[in-house]
């Protein structure tokens, strides 16, 4: 998508410079200056900060129609960038313990759980605040309510439960940073010698991997992470998404095209006849001299192209005055005769 993005921008630039190489002196100069206003020029048109005028009407057509691709190009991506950064504060706005703690929602946590007496305790929530459930899809069904409607605005449990209901609950997720609460442990009776066994056990499935694996198996999003790659890749903007305006910029910048090389080729049309008919008129030992009398040569019509189109109106303009000239004193031209004296 940037690559065919960076080709229509040099494409374009290069097309108005065609068009404008003839007529307009800012794009006029030695081939280094002219290949740097050219890539200044495309690239500037982004932010809507040429500096250069156009002045042929074929390059004003072709510049409006660039810069209405480039208009929707900016607020597509702008639009799309924004509903990335803003979509996970659309629900309700909870962005940890603090702004929870600030709000006035009703906050969920699990029968039994030590979560209520760690909200009331240590957090000083008021009791009135906190709901009771006590099955996962009593969390789904008061999360997706919401404070508005009867529901939660979060709920606050332990983080293996909460990583078993998400693995299942793909449109919820986590926010903020983790807590910990002190004092965790599996408690025995004193001198119990499953404690040194269940320990071992431990320490043996974490140094061996076991213990990720188990995690990764049945606490892994996994589910939900091929489900967001889909519904990011739905939603990315691609070259399909911009297909039309590319189009409709290209058939401009190719019918432009077409016809300043029709008008080029009228001008250089007449320009050569005019030349023909000059060196017609002379005498047959200057003729002789001077180079073929017909501009047919792909040099020649290059030469013809790079020059100032009021340079070559005011040859022509000046050829066709003095022909002009030329008839009206020519006695021949008139029918007279001269009688000798």
Known sequence: MWGIMGLFFI???AVVWILEHRSNTEFRGPPRQQLITICWFSFSTMFFAHRENTVSTLGRFVLLVWLFVVLILTQSYTASLTSMLTVQQLSTGIQGLDSLRSSSDPIGYQVGSFARNYLIEELDIPESRLVQLDTPEDYARMLDLGPKKGGVAAVVDELPYIESFLSNNCKFQIVGPEFTKSGWGFAFPRDSPLAMDLSTAILTLSENGDLQRIHDKWLTRTSCD??????IDSNRLSIGSFSGLFLICGVACIIALLIFA???????????????????????MERSIRRPTRLTSIKDLLSFVDKKEEEIKSVMKRKSSEKDKSHRTDPCSEGGSVSPT
């Open 11 to 13: 494409f374009v630039g």
């Open 226 to 231: 091929t489900q967001g790659e889909t519904e």
């Open 262 to 284: 029709l008008r080029i080729l009228c001008q250089y049309s007449k320009y050569s006849s005019q030349v023909v008919e000059e060196n017609v008129e002379l005498p047959v």
